[in-house]
Antibody, heavy 115, light 110 residues
Protein backbone atom coordinates (compact mmCIF):
# COMPACT_ATOMS: atom_id res chain seq x y z
CA UNK A 1 0.00 0.00 0.00
CA UNK A 2 1.01 3.61 -0.48
CA UNK A 3 2.91 4.93 2.47
CA UNK A 4 5.39 7.50 3.65
CA UNK A 5 7.79 6.43 6.40
CA UNK A 6 9.70 9.12 8.24
CA UNK A 7 12.94 9.03 10.20
CA UNK A 8 12.96 8.79 13.96
CA UNK A 9 12.78 11.39 16.68
CA UNK A 10 15.66 13.84 17.12
CA UNK A 11 16.95 15.96 19.99
CA UNK A 12 18.97 19.00 18.98
CA UNK A 13 20.58 21.96 20.69
CA UNK A 14 19.64 25.53 19.78
CA UNK A 15 21.55 26.70 16.73
CA UNK A 16 21.97 23.20 15.30
CA UNK A 17 20.35 21.78 12.18
CA UNK A 18 18.11 18.76 11.70
CA UNK A 19 17.35 16.76 8.56
CA UNK A 20 14.19 14.64 8.47
CA UNK A 21 13.65 11.99 5.82
CA UNK A 22 10.42 10.72 4.26
CA UNK A 23 10.64 7.47 2.28
CA UNK A 24 7.87 6.67 -0.17
CA UNK A 25 6.69 3.19 -1.06
CA UNK A 26 3.78 1.61 -2.89
CA UNK A 27 3.66 4.23 -5.64
CA UNK A 28 5.92 6.04 -8.11
CA UNK A 29 7.74 8.64 -6.03
CA UNK A 30 8.25 11.05 -8.93
CA UNK A 31 4.53 11.19 -9.78
CA UNK A 32 3.45 13.16 -6.70
CA UNK A 33 4.39 16.36 -4.90
CA UNK A 34 5.66 16.09 -1.33
CA UNK A 35 4.63 18.72 1.24
CA UNK A 36 5.92 19.29 4.75
CA UNK A 37 3.73 20.35 7.68
CA UNK A 38 4.75 21.37 11.20
CA UNK A 39 2.78 20.92 14.39
CA UNK A 40 4.07 22.43 17.61
CA UNK A 41 3.02 20.74 20.88
CA UNK A 42 -0.69 21.31 21.51
CA UNK A 43 -0.95 23.54 18.44
CA UNK A 44 -2.45 23.35 14.97
CA UNK A 45 -1.02 22.42 11.60
CA UNK A 46 1.32 24.77 9.73
CA UNK A 47 2.31 24.34 6.08
CA UNK A 48 6.03 24.66 5.42
CA UNK A 49 6.34 24.11 1.68
CA UNK A 50 6.37 21.64 -1.18
CA UNK A 51 8.90 19.77 -3.28
CA UNK A 52 8.43 18.64 -6.89
CA UNK A 53 10.15 15.26 -6.91
CA UNK A 54 11.10 15.23 -10.60
CA UNK A 55 12.65 18.67 -10.94
CA UNK A 56 13.56 19.29 -7.30
CA UNK A 57 11.72 22.62 -7.49
CA UNK A 58 10.60 23.90 -4.11
CA UNK A 59 8.13 26.47 -2.79
CA UNK A 60 8.54 27.49 0.83
CA UNK A 61 6.12 29.31 3.09
CA UNK A 62 7.44 32.82 3.65
CA UNK A 63 7.92 32.11 7.36
CA UNK A 64 10.42 29.35 6.64
CA UNK A 65 12.32 30.84 3.69
CA UNK A 66 16.03 30.96 4.36
CA UNK A 67 15.90 28.40 7.15
CA UNK A 68 14.33 25.36 5.52
CA UNK A 69 15.67 23.29 2.63
CA UNK A 70 13.70 20.54 0.93
CA UNK A 71 15.52 18.04 -1.26
CA UNK A 72 15.03 14.55 -2.64
CA UNK A 73 16.92 11.47 -3.78
CA UNK A 74 14.84 9.78 -6.45
CA UNK A 75 17.11 6.71 -6.44
CA UNK A 76 15.79 5.80 -2.99
CA UNK A 77 12.33 7.44 -3.31
CA UNK A 78 13.06 9.72 -0.37
CA UNK A 79 12.36 13.36 0.35
CA UNK A 80 14.29 15.35 2.94
CA UNK A 81 13.52 18.48 4.93
CA UNK A 82 16.31 20.31 6.75
CA UNK A 83 15.80 23.10 9.26
CA UNK A 84 18.81 25.18 10.26
CA UNK A 85 19.47 27.55 13.17
CA UNK A 86 17.06 25.65 15.37
CA UNK A 87 15.34 27.51 18.21
CA UNK A 88 13.39 26.16 21.16
CA UNK A 89 10.14 27.17 19.47
CA UNK A 90 10.99 24.84 16.58
CA UNK A 91 10.16 21.92 18.87
CA UNK A 92 7.43 20.19 16.92
CA UNK A 93 6.28 17.14 15.02
CA UNK A 94 7.14 17.42 11.35
CA UNK A 95 5.01 15.55 8.82
CA UNK A 96 5.52 14.85 5.15
CA UNK A 97 2.37 14.48 3.06
CA UNK A 98 1.71 13.51 -0.54
CA UNK A 99 -0.20 15.49 -3.15
CA UNK A 100 -1.75 18.93 -2.89
CA UNK A 101 -4.63 17.53 -0.84
CA UNK A 102 -2.28 15.74 1.59
CA UNK A 103 -3.86 12.43 0.71
CA UNK A 104 -1.14 10.32 2.32
CA UNK A 105 0.77 11.32 5.45
CA UNK A 106 3.95 10.14 7.08
CA UNK A 107 3.77 9.11 10.72
CA UNK A 108 5.49 12.28 11.89
CA UNK A 109 8.94 13.01 13.32
CA UNK A 110 9.29 14.72 16.69
CA UNK A 111 12.14 17.20 16.81
CA UNK A 112 12.96 18.51 20.27
CA UNK A 113 15.17 21.57 20.55
CA UNK A 114 16.63 21.95 24.00
CA UNK A 115 19.87 23.05 25.57
CA UNK B 1 -3.29 33.54 14.28
CA UNK B 2 -4.52 31.24 11.52
CA UNK B 3 -5.54 32.55 8.09
CA UNK B 4 -8.65 30.36 8.15
CA UNK B 5 -10.97 30.70 11.15
CA UNK B 6 -12.57 27.71 12.85
CA UNK B 7 -14.43 27.50 16.16
CA UNK B 8 -12.09 26.05 18.78
CA UNK B 9 -14.64 23.48 19.92
CA UNK B 10 -17.82 21.67 18.92
CA UNK B 11 -19.84 18.92 20.52
CA UNK B 12 -22.72 16.56 19.92
CA UNK B 13 -24.33 13.40 21.16
CA UNK B 14 -24.16 10.01 19.43
CA UNK B 15 -26.37 9.89 16.35
CA UNK B 16 -26.58 13.67 16.07
CA UNK B 17 -25.48 15.78 13.10
CA UNK B 18 -22.81 18.41 13.75
CA UNK B 19 -21.24 21.00 11.50
CA UNK B 20 -17.88 22.72 11.75
CA UNK B 21 -17.32 26.01 9.97
CA UNK B 22 -14.20 27.43 8.32
CA UNK B 23 -14.11 31.08 7.33
CA UNK B 24 -11.58 32.57 4.92
CA UNK B 25 -11.34 35.06 2.08
CA UNK B 26 -11.57 35.40 -1.68
CA UNK B 27 -7.92 34.40 -2.09
CA UNK B 28 -8.33 31.03 -0.41
CA UNK B 29 -11.76 29.51 0.23
CA UNK B 30 -13.40 31.84 -2.28
CA UNK B 31 -11.37 30.49 -5.17
CA UNK B 32 -9.93 27.10 -4.21
CA UNK B 33 -11.00 23.70 -2.97
CA UNK B 34 -11.09 23.30 0.80
CA UNK B 35 -9.93 20.04 2.31
CA UNK B 36 -10.90 18.73 5.73
CA UNK B 37 -8.69 16.60 7.98
CA UNK B 38 -9.33 14.58 11.09
CA UNK B 39 -6.60 14.09 13.70
CA UNK B 40 -6.65 11.94 16.78
CA UNK B 41 -4.04 13.42 19.16
CA UNK B 42 -0.71 11.66 18.83
CA UNK B 43 -1.39 10.44 15.30
CA UNK B 44 -1.02 11.90 11.83
CA UNK B 45 -3.92 13.80 10.27
CA UNK B 46 -6.13 12.00 7.77
CA UNK B 47 -7.88 13.48 4.71
CA UNK B 48 -11.64 13.28 5.13
CA UNK B 49 -13.43 15.20 2.39
CA UNK B 50 -13.20 18.30 0.25
CA UNK B 51 -15.71 20.98 -0.73
CA UNK B 52 -16.53 19.07 -3.89
CA UNK B 53 -17.67 16.36 -1.50
CA UNK B 54 -14.97 14.00 -2.73
CA UNK B 55 -13.83 11.46 -0.15
CA UNK B 56 -10.88 9.08 -0.26
CA UNK B 57 -11.89 5.43 -0.33
CA UNK B 58 -12.71 4.18 3.12
CA UNK B 59 -14.12 7.46 4.41
CA UNK B 60 -17.85 7.00 5.10
CA UNK B 61 -20.43 9.27 3.50
CA UNK B 62 -21.38 10.48 6.98
CA UNK B 63 -18.72 13.11 6.30
CA UNK B 64 -19.62 15.80 3.78
CA UNK B 65 -18.07 19.09 2.74
CA UNK B 66 -19.59 22.22 1.25
CA UNK B 67 -18.71 25.83 0.46
CA UNK B 68 -20.62 29.08 0.24
CA UNK B 69 -18.69 32.16 -0.80
CA UNK B 70 -15.66 32.48 1.45
CA UNK B 71 -16.84 29.95 4.05
CA UNK B 72 -16.73 26.18 4.10
CA UNK B 73 -18.40 23.63 6.30
CA UNK B 74 -17.82 20.04 7.36
CA UNK B 75 -20.92 18.11 8.32
CA UNK B 76 -20.79 14.87 10.27
CA UNK B 77 -24.02 12.91 10.49
CA UNK B 78 -24.74 9.92 12.70
CA UNK B 79 -22.10 11.07 15.18
CA UNK B 80 -20.07 8.25 16.72
CA UNK B 81 -17.80 8.19 19.75
CA UNK B 82 -14.72 7.58 17.63
CA UNK B 83 -15.41 10.80 15.71
CA UNK B 84 -13.99 12.57 18.74
CA UNK B 85 -10.86 14.24 17.38
CA UNK B 86 -9.44 17.52 16.11
CA UNK B 87 -10.67 18.71 12.71
CA UNK B 88 -8.77 21.08 10.42
CA UNK B 89 -9.69 22.85 7.20
CA UNK B 90 -7.06 23.84 4.64
CA UNK B 91 -6.94 25.56 1.28
CA UNK B 92 -4.48 27.01 -1.19
CA UNK B 93 -4.13 30.77 -0.84
CA UNK B 94 -3.46 32.59 -4.12
CA UNK B 95 -2.12 35.72 -2.41
CA UNK B 96 0.30 33.85 -0.16
CA UNK B 97 1.14 31.20 -2.78
CA UNK B 98 0.87 28.55 -0.13
CA UNK B 99 -1.46 26.31 1.83
CA UNK B 100 -3.25 27.83 4.80
CA UNK B 101 -4.88 25.92 7.65
CA UNK B 102 -7.60 26.71 10.13
CA UNK B 103 -6.67 26.65 13.79
CA UNK B 104 -8.53 23.39 14.34
CA UNK B 105 -11.78 22.42 16.06
CA UNK B 106 -11.86 19.92 18.90
CA UNK B 107 -14.97 17.78 18.56
CA UNK B 108 -16.31 16.19 21.72
CA UNK B 109 -18.90 13.42 21.61
CA UNK B 110 -20.94 13.74 24.78
Amino acid sequence: QMQLVQSGAEVKKPGASVKVSCKASGYTFTDHYIHWVRQAPGQGLEWMGWLHPITGTTNYAQKFQGRVTMTRDTSVSTAYMEVSSLRSDDTAVFYCARDNDFRVWGQGTLVTVSS
Amino acid sequence: QSVLTQPPSASGTPGQRVTISCSGSSSNIGSNIVNWYHQVPGTAPKLLVNTNNQRPSGVPDRFSGSRSGTSASLAISGLQSDDEADYYCAAWDDSLSGVVFGGGTKLTVL
